[in-house]
């Protein structure tokens, strides 16, 4: 399967109801007209193909047709994934999350992830 037929494929359980077509998607995306259109003949550039697997959750090694698991290998989240997920976050409900309430936060999804089992 080449990666037009992957984001067809992808398209038909939309994340997104306003993303149902390739040229939606390449608008949510800003990738320019008709792009995703030609990778049944032409290999997308991977800065594309890492844009739309992203989008859609799924590994470019999936979308590529390389493999036939959607999802990424799975790693354990390290401290930067936890501080990089609080980028923006400066507030909730319209009150403010301070430093201390954000290390409870990263506690918290540390003790959960701790215990989960694989």
Do not use: C
Request: net charge negative; proline share 5%.
């Amino acid at each position: 399967m080449n990666p037009k037929q992957r984001v067809k494929e992808l398209l038909l359980n939309p994340i997104d109801w306003e993303v149902r077509s390739i040229a939606a998607l390449e608008r949510k995306l800003d990738i320019s007209n008709g792009t995703i259109n030609k990778w049944d003949r032409v290999a997308p550039s991977y800065a594309y193909a890492q844009s739309v697997a992203n989008y859609f959750g799924v590994s470019v090694d999936y979308l590529l047709g390389n493999a036939d698991e959607k999802k990424p290998t799975q790693t354990e989240p390290t401290e930067k994934d936890l501080e990089d997920a609080f980028i923006g976050a400066e507030a909730y409900d319209g009150k403010p999350i301070t430093d201390h309430d954000k290390e409870v936060i990263k506690a918290l999804i540390k003790g959960y992830l701790d215990t989960k089992e694989g």
